[in-house]
C-alpha cells in the first residue's frame, strides 16, 4: 500500500517508521528537512505523484481539518487515519471527497484494553475511575515544552484533547456518555495558556459513576484505569503492564510502539478495533461539553 504521512514530526516520524517497516510505500507532507522519506511540498504534488491509497493526518490538531481539506481539493479518495483527537472543537466535520476517516485512539490496541474487555462483557458496570499523568517537560526531551502545540490552547493543546485517550477508552468499554460535570484549569506551574489538569465525572450507557483524571503535571508517568463491575474488581496499570483481578496479577508486555503498530496493521487492513468517525466525534462532544459544565458548575447531558 502506498501511506501518505501528513506531518513529520514526533508522532509522524513514528507512523511512517512504523508503516515502512511493514513493507508498505511510505512518503510524507513535510517541510521537516530531516525527513529520510519522499518529500512532497503540497497535497496536490503528493497525490499527484505519489498517487497514495491511504494517508496519516499527524499535523497540529488545530491543522487537521484543514490538511483533510487539502487532501481532499488535491482528489484523493483513499482512506484517512487522523491522529487524536479528531479535531480541535466539535462541529467541524470532515470534506467530502476521501474514503473512510479513522481516528488514532492507538490505546483502543493495547492487551490490556482486550482483556479488560474480555472479562467485563456481559457484566453490569457499577464503577470507573480513570487517570493518567505525567509531567509536561518530560513528554519531548530535548524541546521546549511551552513552545509544543500541547501548551497553546489555540493550537489543540490542553490534557482534555492531549489525553482524551481515557474519554475514548471509558466509553468504549462503558458506554457513549450520556451527562458530564467537570472541573479544569491552569492550576500548576508550567507557564503554559492550554488547561493542565480535567477532572470530570460522567455517566454512560453502562456505567452510573464515572471519573477521568487527566494532568501534565505527575512528577511520574501514571496510567491506570480501575474498573468495578458485578462481582469484579479490577485495576489495570499501563505503565507496568499489568493487571489486578481477584485471582491474581496477569502481566502484558507492550513495547511503546506495539499499540501504534497494532494500529497501523488495522489500518492497512480491515480496519478492525479502529476508532470510527462517530465514535471520536463522539468525544469532541464531551470534550465540549466538559468545558461547558466547568464554565458553567452545572452538569452537561449529550
Not at 505519489?50 to 482528489?75: C, K, M, N, W, Y
Not at 471520536?280 to 466538559?290: R, V
Request: net charge negative.
Amino acid at each position: 500500500m502506498r501511506v501518505l504521512v501528513v506531518g513529520y514530526g514526533s508522532i509522524g516520524a513514528r507512523h511512517a517508521r512504523l508503516l515502512a517497516g511493514l513493507d508498505h510505500d511510505t512518503a510524507c507532507l513535510t517541510r521537516n528537512q530531516d525527513c529520510p522519506f519522499p518529500v512532497f511540498a503540497s497535497a496536490r504534488e503528493a497525490v499527484t505523484g505519489f498517487a497514495p491509497e491511504a494517508a496519516v493526518i499527524a499535523t497540529a490538531t488545530a491543522e487537521h481539518q484543514r490538511s483533510l481539506a487539502d487532501l481532499a481539493q488535491a482528489g484523493f479518495l483513499g482512506r484517512v487515519l487522523v491522529e487524536k483527537p479528531l479535531f480541535h472543537c466539535s462541529g467541524l466535520t470532515p470534506p467530502p471527497g476521501p474514503g473512510p476517516v479513522f481516528v488514532g485512539y492507538n490505546l483502543r490496541f493495547h492487551p490490556l484494553v482486550a482483556r479488560l474487555a474480555e472479562l467485563l462483557a456481559g457484566r453490569r458496570i457499577v464503577s470507573i475511575q480513570a487517570y493518567v499523568g505525567q509531567h509536561l517537560s518530560t513528554w519531548r526531551p530535548g524541546r521546549d515544552f511551552r513552545q509544543c502545540y500541547s501548551a497553546h490552547r489555540d493550537q489543540g493543546g490542553g490534557v482534555l484533547r492531549d489525553l482524551s485517550h481515557e474519554l475514548d477508552l471509558v466509553q468504549l468499554l462503558a458506554g457513549p456518555w450520556a451527562r458530564v460535570a467537570a472541573v479544569l484549569g491552569t492550576f500548576g506551574d508550567l507557564g503554559i495558556e492550554s488547561e493542565d489538569t480535567a477532572c470530570l465525572l460522567l455517566e454512560t450507557a453502562r456505567c452510573p459513576a464515572a471519573t477521568i483524571q487527566l494532568n501534565y503535571l505527575d512528577p511520574g508517568a501514571r496510567r491506570e484505569l480501575l474498573v468495578l463491575a458485578q462481582g469484579l474488581s479490577l485495576k489495570a496499570d499501563f505503565v507496568a503492564g499489568t493487571l489486578e483481578t481477584p485471582e491474581g496479577v496477569e502481566r502484558f508486555a507492550a513495547e511503546r510502539d506495539t499499540t501504534y503498530l497494532a494500529q497501523a496493521r488495522a489500518f492497512a487492513g480491515d480496519c478492525a478495533g479502529l476508532c470510527t468517525l462517530g465514535e471520536a466525534e463522539q468525544t469532541l462532544a464531551l470534550i465540549d461539553a466538559a468545558e461547558q459544565a466547568a464554565r458553567n458548575g452545572r452538569w452537561v447531558r449529550a
